[in-house]
């Protein structure tokens, strides 16, 4: 027996989660990045995060995942809020190491629980995240990415 093909409408889903997962986390990227937010346009970005991942969620595999969660955590990060940056940054840990996924999204996963332990005042915790994706970027293939990384490490108080 054949395994029967996806529906016309089957694809249509995946199409449409497809393109609302890139497109809610890129306008998240551009919400991050406004200097003069609202308080309205922090709410919009939290939500646009979490629809990204769910979306994700829905027809992603396990790398998508990961940035989803990674882009939550720096969400709350961006907005001071180390607890749920916490949060998202662990379970974004788990699905790197569940799945053995490497390069910068490991070293991305130890950045991102670095900057939440850093602004919730662990100073150790953020040393030791700090200090395994220092080692996670050294072993990054692209020269590109590992700049990005290191660029994005130097930004943690």
Not at 1 to 18: C, G, I, P, S, W
Not at 26 to 51: P, Y
Not at 62 to 79: I, K, M, T
Request: hydrophobic fraction near 40%.
């Amino acid at each position: 027996m054949h395994m029967a093909k996806a529906t016309y409408e089957e694809n249509l889903q995946v199409d449409f989660h497809r393109k609302a997962a890139i497109n809610l986390f890129n306008e998240v990227w551009d919400l991050m990045e406004k200097h003069d937010r609202t308080a309205e346009e922090d709410f919009l970005m939290i939500h646009k995060a979490h629809a990204s991942r769910f979306h994700w969620g829905e027809i992603g595999e396990p790398v998508n995942f990961s940035r989803g969660e990674w882009q939550v955590s720096r969400v709350y990060a961006v907005l001071n809020r180390p607890e749920p940056c916490l949060v998202h940054a662990e379970r974004n840990l788990d699905i790197i190491l569940d799945h053995d996924i490497k390069d910068f999204d490991l070293a991305f996963a130890y950045e991102a629980l670095a900057r939440g332990y850093s602004l919730s005042g662990d100073t150790i915790s953020k040393e030791k995240y700090l200090k395994l994706a220092k080692e996670a970027t050294a072993a990054i293939e692209k020269d590109t990415d590992r700049q990005v990384v290191l660029h994005d490490l130097e930004t943690i108080e």
